[in-house]
């Protein structure tokens, strides 16, 4: 399995707070993806990272913001969390563009937004 | 990218081969045709990538007719432990896809 580790892995919190996501990767690969899944809707990409603090929308980047300040970490943050970002989020990597190269998945963070 | 329709379900039994169809009517030139697989609780995974004709691993097989609007991914025999999500995908060159819903495949003993 690709070196990819999300923390945490479960995560309860009250609307309004800050929240961190953490992806960490071991393989040195250069993009990284954060991804939202809810039912009914499949999985949907919030932001990606093609480099160290190059960063790029998805398509539901509203209320998300990312850091990647090592090759091996991007960071997802919920500045101040909505029961709508209830969710599991899912860390992706990929050594190149993700439409010719296999992306690799995290094992996934479930979070409760109260 | 071009959108991609599939089943949202599909039901077989152990010992079948699965025929899971793909359409793709705006695929462009440069665009390649790739298949994850998700089992529940846990993210994707890559399964298959082809671009034309046939392409055949050890988990898979895609067929890609000529005029590429469409594709099917064929699963040999499958066992329960194939039951999954599976997303079709067009994909370019680009830094991002786009992942549909999928197929919601359940195998019965």
């Known amino acids: 399995d690709a070196g990819i580790t999300q923390s945490p892995r479960h995560k309860v919190t009250e609307t309004g707070t800050p929240v961190t996501l953490r992806c960490h990767q071991t393989e040195n690969h250069r993009y990284m993806y954060w991804y939202r899944q809810d039912p009914g809707h499949g999985l949907r990409l919030i932001h990606y990272?093609?480099?160290?603090?190059?960063?790029d929308k998805g398509e539901v980047s509203d209320g998300y913001s990312v850091s990647r300040s090592k090759t091996e970490d991007f960071l997802l943050t919920l500045e101040s969390a909505t029961s709508s970002q209830t969710s599991v989020y899912f860390c992706?990597?990929?050594?190149?563009?993700?439409?010719?190269?296999?992306?690799?998945f995290g094992p996934g963070t479930r979070l409760t937004v109260l | 990218l071009a959108k991609t329709t599939q089943p949202i379900s599909m039901d077989s039994y152990e010992g079948q081969e699965v025929n899971i169809t793909c359409s793709h009517n705006n695929i462009a030139t440069n665009d390649y045709i790739t298949w994850y697989q998700q089992f529940p609780s846990q993210g994707p995974r890559f399964i298959i990538q082809?671009?034309?004709t046939k392409v055949t691993n050890e988990v898979a097989s895609l067929f890609i007719p000529a005029d590429r609007k469409s594709s099917t991914l064929s699963l040999p025999r499958v066992s329960l432990s194939d039951t999954a999500v599976y997303y079709c995908?067009?994909?370019?060159?680009?830094?991002?896809?786009?992942f549909g819903k999928g197929t919601r495949l359940h195998i019965l003993p």
């Open positions: 995908l067009v994909t370019n060159r680009d830094d991002k896809i786009i």
């Open positions: 992706a990597i990929s050594s190149g563009t993700s439409g010719y190269n296999e992306q690799f």
């Open positions: 990272s093609y480099g160290v603090k190059d960063t």
């Open positions: 082809g671009y034309k």
